[in-house]
T-cell receptor
Framework: DTAVSQTPKYLVTQMGNDKSIKCEQNLGHDTMYWYKQDSKKFLKIMFSYNNKELIINETVPNRFSPKSPDKAHLNLHINSLELGDSAVYFC??????????????FGNGTRLTVT | GENVEQHPSTLSVQEGDSAVIKCTYSDSASNYFPWYKQELGKGPQLIIDIRSNVGEKKDQRIAVTLNKTAKHFSLHITETQPEDSAVYFCAALAYSGAGSYQLTFGKGTKLSVIP
């Protein structure tokens, strides 16, 4: 049973397209996140979200938008894809918010390649 | 904001030897320091963490030390095994303003354990 699952695992698409990555967690956690890992393995937070608040990293382009239909899901929608969007995107969840020192549980990532 | 430096970027050790990975952070208010292990094709997984009121924590072959005065913390792996080969990330949690906290990751250390 995968605690944090994301689909698809691989996504290849052309510039200008719109795509979505789905994430689900079955841990009953309150907070979910999206991280981006670039080609140099650097992990950077994009969004954190619980049922009360969405916190956006100000460096994330507004072409990226998280959508949460319910507490167990946080999908990532990307408009007008660019070459520089190619990366591995990780969904994560935690029992509480980061202020609680809650450990993050990561999914296995979605490798996005924009051609 | 918080800045986390991690060294070395790559580390090769013989099986059975010890491995040490070091991180420094910039924000003296940071109070939580987790370490993550990322195996190929998978998401990062928490292996150990330490809070600012503790100087050292050990879990079997893994230990973490924290020096708040010097603002650095280290991961120690003893009796390394081939399955320890992975990329290891340190992180530091700090208040980022407007009621939110941010977990800043180091750039990772690729550990190779040679049988």
């Amino acid at each position: 049973d995968t605690a944090v699952s994301q689909t698809p695992k691989y996504l290849v698409t052309q510039m200008g397209n719109d795509k979505s990555i789905k994430c689900e967690q079955n841990l009953g956690h309150d907070t979910m996140y999206w991280y981006k890992q670039d080609s140099k393995k650097f992990l950077k937070i994009m969004f954190s979200y619980n049922n009360k608040e969405l916190i956006i990293n100000e460096t994330v382009p507004n072409r990226f938008s998280p959508k949460s239909p319910d507490k167990a899901h946080l999908n990532l929608h990307i408009n007008s894809l660019e070459l520089g969007d190619s990366a591995v995107y990780f969904c994560a969840s935690s029992p509480g918010g980061l202020s609680d020192n809650s450990p993050l549980h990561f999914g296995n990532g979605t490798r996005l390649t924009v051609t | 904001g918080e800045n986390v430096e991690q060294h070395p970027s790559t580390l090769s050790v013989q099986e059975g030897d010890s491995a040490v990975i070091k991180c420094t952070y910039s924000d003296s208010a940071s109070n939580y320091f987790p370490w993550y292990k990322q195996e190929l094709g998978k998401g990062p997984q928490l292996i150990i963490d330490i809070r600012s009121n503790v100087g050292e924590k050990k879990d079997q072959r893994i230990a973490v030390t924290l020096n708040k005065t010097a603002k650095h913390f280290s991961l120690h792996i003893t009796e390394t095994q081939p399955e320890d080969s992975a990329v290891y990330f340190c992180a530091a949690l700090a208040y980022s303003g407007a009621g939110s906290y941010q977990l800043t990751f180091g750039k990772g250390t690729k550990l190779s354990v040679i049988p």
